[in-house]
């Protein structure tokens, strides 16, 4: 199974990012059977304040076609868990993590859902 960080570095390997992203978020998606989905989107805002912010989209940079799997038998908040320590991990030490630590916020979370806060300024 490909990980988590090598899926990331392969989304952000050729991408230039939009000067007016000043956030990222992971977005969630519980698929079947265990199946769970990830895309990578790059905001316009950020609002510790008011969640909405994930939904300023300014790109997906191609994260939308190109999703990131992985199977657990689990609860959606195990697999968020999962996802979080995953996340945490590749911002102490990814390729990109001073890309990502560089704007004014990360998060992760299910496009329904609460947004849970990796990193911000």
């Known amino acids: ?72 038998a689990c609860r959606w908040d195990e697999a968020l868990e999962y996802m979080v320590k995953e996340l945490k991990q590749y911002l102490s030490r990814g390729k990109y993590a001073e890309l990502f630590k560089s704007k004014e916020g990360v998060g992760v979370g299910f496009v329904d859902g609460d947004i849970e806060i990796l990193h911000s300024k």
């Open 1 to 72: 199974m490909k990980k988590a960080a090598d899926w990331i570095d392969g989304i952000l390997k050729n991408t230039a990012i939009p000067a007016d992203v000043v956030a990222f978020c992971f977005n969630l998606y519980e698929e079947s059977n265990g199946s769970w989905a990830m895309e990578l989107v790059g905001t316009e805002s950020f609002d510790l304040e008011d969640e909405d912010w994930a939904c300023d989209e300014v790109t997906d940079f191609g994260s939308r076609e190109n999703l990131y799997h992985w199977n657990m």
